[in-house]
């Protein structure tokens, strides 16, 4: 009875609203430069679509809890990446059950006949959850429903045929990601199964039909998977195109917890073929905070990029993270490229270029030999708790250890850096502050593989109150982490171990706040 009072209570709602709440920029733990609600729970990234000048971004929230409940699309927009605007929250749980992730799309064509040739509609299409068919054992409680916005997505109505998939008996039957394949004219859907993905084609974006399976025997198959993503990237350098397919995965991370897998392969509009070995698993991100992500669809042609966003959190503690009015916040978007290297194809992940305009002070210098340690607090002039950092480092031969540290008076510190005897990136928040919240947060070191081809290392380095995210060799290697410390950070060192470090370049802006 619960669960049924919780749903019909949040089905009604309708006035339930995020765009007129502000964000209390100075709360602790609060990021300054991250997407994040006003209050309340957010999870997953959803229905990222560019239409008429905006980025929008929908994700998984819950309005009455900071911890998870009855999911809703929350609903915000950016013309920039990088500012956002809040609106109303855009779907509600009905009687098929709570709204889980999707995708949104512009249905240019006027397939699905919800608009007009001059006046396409954006669509959404997603999952429904029944919570009390869930509750009890009936394995067909998750179904696809689909939205419709003729406004630019400002204001939403479910199709009244919804669901238009039905659960054909199979528990975790979730998250539709939906594009247009252009060279047979047909909506593609890759959808989470359990322990793998289901292909569907649809010529209007409501009647469905089963093209393929892939996944059973490939990758990781340590939890349940999620949020997949199909999408053809082309390999830099060359004409060579090939198809990705995101895949998150919880439990199971490299590190515990949730991550993202990928796979690359072909795709010939029913059939996604590896082209690895099925016992390789790849990871988007070496850290422990990067889950659930999916790229915006419907870039322009003039732009080309693939523009990534996800969770930043892990679902080991992501309920029970010290922050006080509202819990999660997503990562900084990136671009994803593809590039070829000794292990094959991989892709890098980058900021985006319009994270620059937030630059406000600048301080730099090169040509300088780091032993030991390098103090730069009174240097830079401005807080390592929210900067950006691009380093440019030769070590010499015997140098074993490279890093960066942030650390407070409190004596908690974070550690950033490279091994250079085990080839291998880390990550340290076991001093990094609260930590009691959960036994899984500050556990020993994170470690990711790194692939040191040149002499040279590029580090670039974006920390923001709570949280860090770290991309070197070019992208290759992507660590993202969050930290709870009890006061801000406030000292900035860099350290080597044995041997002496030459500081080609460094340079670190403060970042202004989006709030």
């Not at 089905?11 to 100075?26: A, G, I, L, Q």
């Not at 349940?224 to 195109?241: K, N």
Request: aromatic content about 14%.
């Amino acid at each position: 009875m619960l669960i049924i009072t919780i749903g019909c209570s949040i089905s009604c709602k309708k006035n339930t609203s995020v765009e007129n709440e502000t964000v209390t920029p100075h709360e602790t733990h609060r990021l300054q430069y991250h997407f994040s609600p006003p209050a309340h729970w957010m999870n997953d990234p959803n229905g990222m679509v560019f239409y008429k000048g905006e980025y929008h971004l929908f994700y998984q929230y819950y309005p009455d809890s900071t911890v998870w409940g009855p999911m809703h699309w929350g609903h915000a927009v950016s013309k920039d990446l990088v500012h956002w605007e809040h609106l109303p929250i855009a779907l509600y749980p009905d009687s098929l059950g709570y709204i889980f992730s999707g995708s949104a799309m512009v249905d240019w064509k006027n397939t699905s006949g919800l608009g007009t040739q001059t006046d396409p509609p954006l669509i959404a299409i997603y999952t429904y959850h029944d919570a009390v068919k869930a509750e009890k054992g009936d394995s067909t409680y998750q179904t696809q429903g689909l939205a419709f916005s003729n406004d630019a997505g400002r204001t939403w109505n479910k199709y009244e045929q919804n669901p238009i998939m039905k659960n054909p008996g199979i528990k975790d039957f979730r998250d539709p990601k939906v594009f247009w394949y252009e060279p047979q004219q047909k909506w593609i859907m890759s959808l989470a199964v359990y322990d793998h993905v289901r292909f569907y084609s649809s010529p209007d974006l409501k009647t469905w039909t089963l093209e393929s399976e892939f996944g059973k025997t490939s990758g990781s198959h340590a939890g349940v998977w999620e949020c997949p993503d199909l999408f053809p990237l082309r390999v830099e350098g060359s004409d060579t195109v090939k198809w990705i397919l995101l895949l998150s995965i919880n439990p199971g991370g490299p590190n515990g917890g949730s991550a993202t897998q990928y796979f690359i392969g072909h795709f010939d509009g029913k059939t996604f073929t590896n082209e690895n070995s099925d016992t390789t698993t790849i990871w988007l991100d070496g850290g422990r905070d990067n889950y659930a992500g999916v790229t915006w669809s419907d870039m322009p042609a003039s732009d080309g990029r693939k523009i990534f966003m996800g969770w930043m959190s892990n679902w080991l503690y992501g309920q029970v993270v010290p922050t006080e009015t509202w819990r999660s916040a997503m990562t900084i978007p990136r671009q994803l490229t593809l590039h070829k290297d000794t292990s094959g194809f991989r892709i890098h992940s980058n900021p985006v270029k319009e994270l620059e305009s937030l630059r406000d002070s600048e301080f730099s210098f090169q040509n300088d030999t780091l032993l030991t340690e390098m103090d730069l607090t009174s240097k830079i002039g401005f807080s390592p708790a929210q900067m950006e950092i691009i380093l440019e480092l030769e070590p010499d031969s015997v140098t074993s250890d490279i890093g960066l540290s942030i650390s407070n008076s409190r004596g908690e510190e974070y550690r950033i850096g490279y091994n250079l005897e085990s080839g291998q990136y880390y990550s340290d928040r076991t001093k990094a502050g609260k930590d009691t919240f959960s036994p899984e947060f500050a556990k020993p070191i994170v470690i990711t593989q790194g692939n040191l081809r040149e002499k040279n290392l590029r580090w670039h380095i974006f920390l923001d109150v709570a949280s860090c995210e770290f991309f070197a060799d070019n992208g290759a290697v992507v660590m993202t982490e969050i930290f709870f410390p009890n006061e801000n950070y406030q000292q900035l060192k860099l350290y080597a171990k044995d041997g002496q470090v030459i500081i080609r370049k460094a340079t670190f802006y403060n970042m202004k706040s989006i709030w």
